[in-house]
């Protein structure tokens, strides 16, 4: 059974930082090749895609958090982080991470986090 549990989220003044932590466990799971992602929901939006890497690093950002963000991640901890710096009052959201196979013909399931509530207000 895979899991990613995710951590780091908290109440933060604007302009502050937060490093979020991903982390995924599962017998079979081969880490390296899934897309990580870092997707964000505030109440009554949509979720969507804030920052993703490949298993090789290849990563994409929303516009929103370009120069902002970073995502990285560690193969051999199996781990993905999401370093916010300079954070605003509109990126308060609930951040899930996500697992996508990188190739769509290996057949392979995807996997959600729970979430970690980022909260960003003076």
């Known amino acids: 059974q895979v899991q990613l549990v995710e951590s780091g989220g908290a109440l933060v003044q604007p302009g502050g930082s937060l490093r979020l932590s991903c982390v995924a466990s599962?017998?079979?799971?081969?880490?390296?090749?899934?897309?990580m992602g870092w997707y964000h929901q505030a109440p009554g939006n949509e979720r969507e895609l804030v920052a993703s890497?490949?298993?090789?690093?290849?990563?994409k950002y929303a516009d929103s958090v370009k120069g902002r963000f970073t995502i990285s991640r560690d193969n051999a901890k199996n781990t993905v982080y999401l370093q916010a710096n300079s954070l605003k009052p509109e990126d308060t959201a609930v951040y899930y991470c996500?697992?996508?196979?990188?190739?769509?013909?290996?057949?392979?399931?995807?996997?959600w986090g729970q979430g970690t509530q980022v909260t960003v207000s003076s």
């Open positions: 996500n697992a996508v196979p990188t190739l769509m013909e290996l057949g392979l399931p995807s996997y």
């Open positions: 599962g017998r079979s799971f081969n880490f390296y090749i899934y897309t």
């Open positions: 890497i490949t298993g090789s690093g290849s990563t």
